[in-house]
């Protein structure tokens, strides 16, 4: 059976949608946490597929995070190495600063339903599931500039760096496709402080639009994800 590996920050924050879809696909899927479990010991190479999840912390907060440090340098290893890698939120942003690319504090939180724009790139890969328009989950206030010899797939009308590729093994995306309705009432709870601290947005409108679009959303990020192992050969 393949593996499939997910470094998770925050426990709320998993697979959500996504687990039934590997399973199909044959992955039998562990978590590793990042912060408590030793990534220092984790092999970059061992399993068939990485996906590295998201969390409330910034790439750049290393001296606060060491874990991240440990992180990055397994991560740039298996990405160096051309091992199949999806990288969601923070994760992207770990697959950006990995391969060179810069992460910083953007100029606004961008959390929400909102679609993307994809390029002409992205409107040749997985991600032209969402081509119509359809709502993705933004949940970020930190933002990357792109690596160098990344393929820029997305982006929305706050910040220009939704999702790139690099190479055909790596797929990173600032947005959230993996999330359902349910799943989602775990992050109104572990993100109050946020939601609270963040003007024009509440828990009553963040579910609102949730019940409008988590649905289409999470059937077209399984399909973005199948497409994707395909084109993987997994």
Same mark, same amino acid.
């Given at each position: 059976m393949k593996t499939a590996l997910a470094l998770r920050h925050v426990a709320f924050e998993d697979l959500d949608r996504f687990t039934p879809l590997?399973?199909?696909?044959?992955?039998?899927? &562990?978590?590793?946490?990042?912060?408590?479990?030793?990534l220092a010991g984790l092999d970059p190479l061992a399993d068939d597929l990485w996906i590295v999840l998201g969390g409330p912390i910034g790439v750049y907060e290393q001296?606060?995070?060491?874990?991240?440090?440990?992180?990055?340098?397994?991560?740039?290893? &298996?990405?160096?190495?051309?091992?199949?890698?999806?990288?969601i939120c923070l994760g992207c942003q770990l697959i950006a600063e990995a391969l060179g690319?810069?992460?910083?504090?953007?100029?606004?939180?961008?959390?929400?339903?909102k679609p993307l724009t994809l390029t002409a790139a992205?409107?040749?890969?997985?991600l032209a599931a969402f081509a119509?328009?359809?709502?993705?989950?933004?949940?970020?206030?930190?933002?990357?500039?792109?690596?160098?010899?990344?393929t820029l797939l997305a982006s929305s009308d706050l910040y220009p760096h939704q999702a790139f590729s690099w190479g055909n093994h790596a797929l990173a995306l600032q947005f959230h496709m993996e999330t359902t /309705?349910?799943?989602?009432? &775990?992050?109104l709870i572990g993100h109050a402080g946020e939601i609270a601290g963040?003007?024009?947005?509440?828990?009553s409108t963040?579910?609102?639009?949730? /019940?409008?679009?988590?649905a289409t959303a999470a059937a077209k990020g399984q399909q973005c994800l199948a497409g994707w192992l395909d084109r993987l050969g997994g």
């Open positions: 590997l399973a199909e696909r044959g992955y039998a899927t &562990r978590y590793v946490e990042a912060g408590y479990d030793d001296d606060a995070y060491p874990f991240l440090a440990d992180e990055l340098q397994r991560l740039r290893a &298996r990405l160096e190495a051309g091992r199949p890698t999806l990288g690319g810069r992460v910083y504090p953007g100029h606004g939180k961008e959390i929400g339903w992205g409107l040749d890969s997985p119509d328009g359809t709502p993705v989950l933004h949940w970020h206030g930190d933002t990357f500039d792109l690596p160098e010899g990344a /309705a349910r799943g989602l009432e &775990r992050w963040t003007p024009g947005l509440s828990v963040l579910r609102a639009a949730t /019940a409008l679009h988590a």
